[in-house]
Protein backbone atom coordinates (compact mmCIF):
# COMPACT_ATOMS: atom_id res chain seq x y z
CA UNK A 1 0.00 0.00 0.00
CA UNK A 2 1.62 2.60 -0.97
CA UNK A 3 2.42 6.13 1.57
CA UNK A 4 1.55 9.57 1.40
CA UNK A 5 2.99 11.29 -1.75
CA UNK A 6 4.37 14.86 -1.29
CA UNK A 7 5.56 16.75 -4.48
CA UNK A 8 7.76 18.19 -5.06
CA UNK A 9 10.24 17.68 -2.99
CA UNK A 10 12.55 20.60 -2.71
CA UNK A 11 11.55 24.52 -4.67
CA UNK A 12 13.25 27.71 -4.19
CA UNK A 13 10.88 30.48 -4.63
CA UNK A 14 11.27 34.10 -4.86
CA UNK A 15 9.56 36.69 -2.43
CA UNK A 16 6.00 38.13 -3.32
CA UNK A 17 5.93 34.12 -5.58
CA UNK A 18 3.57 32.00 -5.27
CA UNK A 19 3.53 28.00 -4.24
CA UNK A 20 1.33 25.17 -4.64
CA UNK A 21 1.84 22.17 -3.16
CA UNK A 22 0.88 18.63 -3.56
CA UNK A 23 -0.21 15.77 -1.47
CA UNK A 24 -1.51 12.21 -2.18
CA UNK A 25 -3.36 10.39 0.61
CA UNK A 26 -3.14 7.03 1.49
CA UNK A 27 -6.18 4.97 -0.41
CA UNK A 28 -8.98 4.85 1.16
CA UNK A 29 -7.93 7.98 3.75
CA UNK A 30 -10.30 10.46 3.71
CA UNK A 31 -8.92 13.19 6.12
CA UNK A 32 -5.38 15.27 4.81
CA UNK A 33 -3.94 17.56 6.99
CA UNK A 34 -1.02 20.46 6.49
CA UNK A 35 1.59 21.28 8.74
CA UNK A 36 4.28 23.81 8.58
CA UNK A 37 7.50 22.22 10.33
CA UNK A 38 10.74 24.97 11.15
CA UNK A 39 13.64 24.45 13.41
CA UNK A 40 12.09 26.67 16.18
CA UNK A 41 8.47 26.48 15.55
CA UNK A 42 8.31 22.73 15.33
CA UNK A 43 5.13 21.23 13.78
CA UNK A 44 2.50 23.84 13.72
CA UNK A 45 -1.13 22.49 12.07
CA UNK A 46 -2.14 24.81 8.92
CA UNK A 47 -5.83 23.09 8.26
CA UNK A 48 -7.68 19.99 7.70
CA UNK A 49 -9.82 18.40 5.05
CA UNK A 50 -12.30 15.96 4.83
CA UNK A 51 -14.50 15.26 1.75
CA UNK A 52 -13.31 18.52 0.35
CA UNK A 53 -14.05 20.41 2.83
CA UNK A 54 -12.11 22.50 5.28
CA UNK A 55 -13.12 20.83 8.81
CA UNK A 56 -10.41 23.02 10.81
CA UNK A 57 -7.77 25.80 10.24
CA UNK A 58 -4.75 26.23 12.33
CA UNK A 59 -3.24 29.63 13.28
CA UNK A 60 -2.22 30.74 9.52
CA UNK A 61 -2.50 34.28 7.50
CA UNK A 62 -5.02 34.11 5.02
CA UNK A 63 -1.84 33.73 2.52
CA UNK A 64 -1.90 30.01 3.12
CA UNK A 65 -5.27 28.22 1.72
CA UNK A 66 -5.81 24.49 0.52
CA UNK A 67 -8.14 22.43 -1.12
CA UNK A 68 -8.83 18.92 -1.38
CA UNK A 69 -10.61 17.30 -4.27
CA UNK A 70 -13.26 14.32 -5.06
CA UNK A 71 -10.39 12.24 -4.95
CA UNK A 72 -8.96 13.14 -1.63
CA UNK A 73 -6.31 14.64 -3.34
CA UNK A 74 -4.91 18.03 -1.64
CA UNK A 75 -2.94 21.18 -2.25
CA UNK A 76 -2.33 23.98 -0.12
CA UNK A 77 -1.27 27.16 -1.69
CA UNK A 78 0.88 29.99 0.09
CA UNK A 79 1.04 33.43 -1.98
CA UNK A 80 2.88 36.64 -1.70
CA UNK A 81 5.45 34.34 -0.04
CA UNK A 82 8.07 35.95 2.87
CA UNK A 83 11.07 34.97 3.91
CA UNK A 84 9.83 32.88 7.30
CA UNK A 85 7.63 30.57 5.07
CA UNK A 86 10.71 28.71 4.72
CA UNK A 87 10.16 25.71 5.93
CA UNK A 88 9.35 21.72 5.40
CA UNK A 89 5.52 21.68 5.22
CA UNK A 90 4.13 18.03 5.79
CA UNK A 91 1.15 16.66 4.60
CA UNK A 92 -0.75 13.57 6.70
CA UNK A 93 -3.50 11.68 5.87
CA UNK A 94 -5.81 9.85 8.21
CA UNK A 95 -8.60 7.24 8.17
CA UNK A 96 -11.05 9.09 10.15
CA UNK A 97 -12.52 6.28 11.87
CA UNK A 98 -14.11 7.83 14.96
CA UNK A 99 -14.62 5.23 16.78
CA UNK A 100 -11.03 3.44 16.68
CA UNK A 101 -8.83 6.64 17.14
CA UNK A 102 -7.15 8.81 14.38
CA UNK A 103 -3.53 7.61 13.09
CA UNK A 104 -2.56 9.77 11.12
CA UNK A 105 0.57 8.98 8.62
CA UNK A 106 2.75 11.55 7.54
CA UNK A 107 4.48 12.11 3.91
CA UNK A 108 8.09 12.72 3.11
CA UNK A 109 7.22 16.68 2.81
CA UNK A 110 8.04 19.17 0.75
CA UNK A 111 10.89 21.90 1.64
CA UNK A 112 10.45 25.53 0.92
CA UNK A 113 13.33 27.99 0.60
CA UNK A 114 11.81 31.28 0.07
CA UNK A 115 14.72 33.65 -1.40
CA UNK B 1 -5.22 25.84 25.59
CA UNK B 2 -4.01 22.42 24.78
CA UNK B 3 -0.65 21.84 25.15
CA UNK B 4 2.22 19.40 24.92
CA UNK B 5 5.35 19.05 27.07
CA UNK B 6 8.33 17.14 26.29
CA UNK B 7 11.61 15.95 27.82
CA UNK B 8 14.44 16.70 26.99
CA UNK B 9 15.24 18.10 24.28
CA UNK B 10 18.00 16.63 23.44
CA UNK B 11 19.06 13.20 24.74
CA UNK B 12 23.14 11.41 24.57
CA UNK B 13 23.24 7.41 25.12
CA UNK B 14 25.71 5.03 24.89
CA UNK B 15 24.60 2.33 22.22
CA UNK B 16 23.23 -0.60 24.07
CA UNK B 17 22.26 1.60 27.13
CA UNK B 18 18.46 2.72 27.44
CA UNK B 19 16.72 6.26 26.53
CA UNK B 20 13.41 7.81 28.09
CA UNK B 21 11.52 10.59 26.50
CA UNK B 22 8.61 11.97 28.55
CA UNK B 23 5.53 14.02 28.12
CA UNK B 24 3.33 15.96 29.88
CA UNK B 25 -0.45 16.83 28.20
CA UNK B 26 -3.08 19.32 29.49
CA UNK B 27 -5.62 17.99 27.85
CA UNK B 28 -7.43 15.79 30.06
CA UNK B 29 -9.87 14.35 27.18
CA UNK B 30 -7.30 13.05 25.38
CA UNK B 31 -7.25 10.24 24.74
CA UNK B 32 -4.15 8.77 22.26
CA UNK B 33 -0.88 9.01 22.76
CA UNK B 34 1.45 8.52 19.21
CA UNK B 35 5.19 8.57 18.70
CA UNK B 36 6.75 9.55 15.85
CA UNK B 37 10.46 9.36 14.68
CA UNK B 38 11.93 11.91 12.06
CA UNK B 39 14.80 11.27 11.17
CA UNK B 40 17.21 13.58 8.94
CA UNK B 41 15.38 14.83 5.56
CA UNK B 42 12.36 12.91 6.36
CA UNK B 43 9.01 12.85 7.41
CA UNK B 44 7.71 11.88 11.06
CA UNK B 45 7.00 8.19 11.11
CA UNK B 46 4.76 6.13 13.68
CA UNK B 47 6.61 3.86 15.80
CA UNK B 48 4.27 3.20 18.42
CA UNK B 49 1.12 4.44 19.71
CA UNK B 50 -1.40 3.71 23.28
CA UNK B 51 -4.84 4.27 24.18
CA UNK B 52 -6.12 5.39 26.70
CA UNK B 53 -7.82 2.69 28.26
CA UNK B 54 -4.16 0.86 28.70
CA UNK B 55 -1.32 1.39 30.48
CA UNK B 56 1.79 0.31 28.87
CA UNK B 57 2.31 -1.33 25.22
CA UNK B 58 5.54 -2.88 23.87
CA UNK B 59 6.80 -3.79 20.59
CA UNK B 60 10.31 -5.34 20.47
CA UNK B 61 13.07 -2.52 21.83
CA UNK B 62 10.09 0.20 22.37
CA UNK B 63 7.94 0.49 24.88
CA UNK B 64 4.85 3.53 25.91
CA UNK B 65 3.48 4.03 29.55
CA UNK B 66 1.11 6.43 30.12
CA UNK B 67 -0.41 7.59 33.26
CA UNK B 68 -4.07 9.13 33.01
CA UNK B 69 -4.04 10.57 36.65
CA UNK B 70 -0.90 12.46 35.95
CA UNK B 71 -1.37 13.42 32.85
CA UNK B 72 2.46 12.09 31.26
CA UNK B 73 3.51 9.72 28.89
CA UNK B 74 6.67 8.09 28.35
CA UNK B 75 9.14 6.35 25.22
CA UNK B 76 11.39 4.10 26.55
CA UNK B 77 14.10 3.09 23.49
CA UNK B 78 16.18 -0.49 25.12
CA UNK B 79 19.55 -1.56 23.60
CA UNK B 80 20.20 1.41 21.63
CA UNK B 81 21.78 1.40 18.32
CA UNK B 82 22.92 3.98 16.06
CA UNK B 83 19.65 3.87 13.45
CA UNK B 84 17.87 5.14 16.94
CA UNK B 85 19.62 8.73 16.57
CA UNK B 86 16.58 11.43 15.29
CA UNK B 87 14.35 13.45 16.27
CA UNK B 88 11.08 11.92 17.76
CA UNK B 89 8.01 13.81 18.95
CA UNK B 90 5.05 12.71 21.43
CA UNK B 91 1.82 13.70 20.64
CA UNK B 92 -1.97 13.84 22.31
CA UNK B 93 -5.27 13.81 20.60
CA UNK B 94 -9.02 12.95 20.75
CA UNK B 95 -10.56 10.16 18.66
CA UNK B 96 -12.53 12.50 17.36
CA UNK B 97 -10.71 14.70 14.97
CA UNK B 98 -7.07 14.06 13.39
CA UNK B 99 -6.69 17.59 13.58
CA UNK B 100 -6.69 18.18 17.25
CA UNK B 101 -3.39 16.25 17.80
CA UNK B 102 -0.85 18.15 20.23
CA UNK B 103 2.69 17.36 19.06
CA UNK B 104 5.55 17.82 21.61
CA UNK B 105 8.34 20.09 20.82
CA UNK B 106 10.56 17.12 19.85
CA UNK B 107 13.66 15.33 21.48
CA UNK B 108 16.94 14.89 19.56
CA UNK B 109 18.14 11.32 20.26
CA UNK B 110 22.22 10.52 19.74
CA UNK B 111 23.11 6.92 19.92
CA UNK B 112 27.26 7.46 20.84
CA UNK B 113 28.96 4.61 19.68
Known amino acids: KAGVTQTPRYLIKTRGQQVTLSCSPI?????VSWYQQTPGQGLQFLFE???????NKGNFPGRFSGRQFSNSRSEMNVSTLELGDSALYLC??????????????FGEGSWLTVV | GENVEQHPSTLSVQEGDSAVIKCTYSDSASNYFPWYKQELGKGPQLIIDIRSNVGEKKDQRIAVTLNKTAKHFSLHITETQPEDSAVYFCAASMYSSASKIIFGSGTRLSIRP
Open chain 1, 92 to 105: ASSGDRDYSGNTIY
Open chain 1, 49 to 55: YFSETQR
Open chain 1, 27 to 31: SGHRS
